[in-house]
């Protein structure tokens, strides 16, 4: 078969895309290199590096590279009925000799059957064997959908490849993160008895028959964390600054050194033994440890087991995923927290000793008053003193709105200002976390602006009543309230109730103390 024939019957119709081949190989790519990660992420380390590195390797180099030539469109003649004549007057091109293909600046007039003819210039990706041809004889012909635009400006050789040269690693990264992100975690796991390395025992690690124990709960895990943490000195137990469970039976505590400043991390990883222990440069201080006692003081298989039911009150498929001992605020007590997988929950929190923080609506107005009123007694804070600035309940239904920014403005829950004769301090109080109660000394003598008596809850339900008529509020949506008593920002100074439910305007309200409508908005 002649190259003029073979051109029109493998060239002009029964190619595919070139562009859509790159694009699949692109979309290809991106799932090699989400495997490569989700593997990493979802096993230790020996399977990221042997069965991890080599899909992200063979990912990097899938992606396409974007090219001048690759992304102009193929010149191609044609010879049926349908085909457009085309004079070529001028081509632009490097060499005749240099590559088959070379991007050509072709100057042709376009004669479509039954229009205008037309003066067009455009770039292709044209063969050798085709320039030489036209050279020879201008005169040819191109299928219809390859004809060129009527355009009145020259294209430049610098127009390619133009954006098409982020466009295919854009994918393949976007493919990966979506892969990454849709996939569940168990899907990228290839340990188990068919998938395991040999495991080399190096200086400190543990017996054999012990790392491949998958099956220690809690206690056991941190009663060999605890023993791994006297080898490190004699002072180790006193300072420690952190430790973490995480959910594939690795075990990490990280302890401060008070000689060089320095932390060091002993690292239990389940299937492999203990790492050499690191020593790297830490801004904790000595303010920021806890004691080992600490540690071990809580019944933590209970603790665990009260976190999960807490949980499951508002998530039925909630599991502990991590649990860590840290102290969240330098001198603060240190206290448990627990991250939860396969759920839309942030953390519970416990006490030391292993007393689990309650998750409560603070929608439910007499919930939030009978757990604020206990902390401002814990607080010290007198009721009947004008003792209170600011009062604030945020609920965590969707929607709920944010009045003014705070401490509860991400998680809802009740939040307290106080200012006493030579004290002021704040109460947070947040779903599935501890009291936090801050105290400090001050040199001033003036009163809050209002006392604990003066907020009443009846009130407060008058007012998300009155406030939920007034802007037509669902009754399901009752409790994406935020209610805020305070003087703040008032233009007269005085002591106001503000309201508003949803994000939904209407609803906004302002009102005295006493529970009256004062005006609408909250501003």
């Not at 004079?87 to 490097?94: G, K, L, Q």
Request: glycine content about 10%; hydrophobic content about 40%; aromatic content about 6%.
């Amino acid at each position: 078969m002649p190259d003029d024939h073979r051109d029109m019957c493998h060239g002009a119709y029964g190619r595919v895309n070139p562009r859509t081949g790159r694009i699949v190989r692109s979309l290809l790519a991106g799932i090699l290199i989400a495997c490569g990660v989700g593997i990493g992420a979802a096993n230790p380390w020996w399977a990221a590096v042997v069965f991890g590195t080599p899909p992200i390797v063979g990912g990097v180099l899938l992606v396409p590279a974007a090219t001048g030539r690759s992304e102009l469109p193929r010149f191609r003649r044609a010879f049926d009925r349908v085909s457009v004549p085309v004079r070529v007057d001028a081509m632009t091109r490097s060499s005749l000799r240099t590559g088959a293909d070379q991007p050509t600046l072709v100057s042709a007039l376009v004669a479509p059957p039954g229009d205008t003819p037309y003066q067009a210039r455009w770039i292709t990706s044209m063969h050798e064997r085709d320039a030489r041809a036209l050279v020879a004889d201008p005169v040819t012909a191109i299928p219809p959908h390859d004809l060129p635009r009527r355009s009145a400006t020259t294209p430049e050789f610098d127009d390619y490849p133009g954006p098409s040269a982020l466009l295919y690693a854009s994918i393949a990264v976007v493919t990966a993160l979506v892969a990454v992100f849709a996939v569940p975690e168990d899907v990228w796991r290839v340990d188990g008895p068919d998938l395991s390395l040999p495991r080399t025992v190096g200086a400190g690690s543990s017996p054999a028959g012990d790392d491949a124990d998958r099956t220690l709960g809690y206690p056991e895990r941190r009663r060999r964390l605890a023993d791994r943490i006297g080898t490190v000195g004699p002072s180790a137990g006193a300072n420690l600054l952190g430790v973490w469970f995480d959910r594939g039976g690795s075990d990490r505590a990280e302890i401060y050194d008070p000689a060089t400043g320095q932390a060091v991390t002993v690292h239990y990883i389940n299937g492999v033994g203990w790492a050499d222990p690191r020593r790297e440069a830490t801004d904790k201080r000595g303010r920021d440890t806890f004691d080992l006692s600490e540690l071990m003081s809580a019944d933590i298989g209970t603790m665990a087991a009260a976190m999960e039911t807490e949980a499951v009150k508002v998530d039925p498929a909630a599991t502990i995923a991590d649990l860590d001992m840290r102290r969240p605020d330098r001198d603060g007590d240190p206290r448990w927290q627990a991250r939860f997988t396969g759920s839309n929950l942030n953390t519970i929190e416990a006490t030391a000793d292993g007393i689990v923080a309650q998750i409560f609506d603070p929608g439910d107005l007499a919930v939030s008053f009978d757990l604020i009123h206990r902390a401002l007694r814990s607080a010290k804070v007198p009721f009947g003193s004008t003792a209170l600035t600011r009062f604030e309940i945020r609920g965590t239904a969707k929607g709920t709105p944010i009045l003014f920014a705070g401490s509860i403005q991400n998680s809802g829950g009740v939040y307290v200002e106080y200012r006493l004769p030579r004290r002021s301090g704040s109460i947070v109080l947040a779903p599935g976390e501890l009291p936090r109660i801050t105290s400090r000394a001050t040199t001033s003598t003036a009163p809050g602006d209002f006392s604990v008596d003066d907020v009443s809850r009846a009130r407060f339900e008058a007012v998300r009543d009155d406030a939920m008529r007034r802007g037509r509020v669902d009754a399901f949506d009752r409790n994406a309230v935020n209610l805020l008593m305070w003087s703040t920002f008032q233009r007269d100074g005085s002591v106001r109730i503000l309201v508003q439910l949803t994000r939904d305007d209407a609803s906004a309200g302002t009102y005295s103390p006493d529970g009256r409508f004062l005006r609408a908005g909250v501003r």
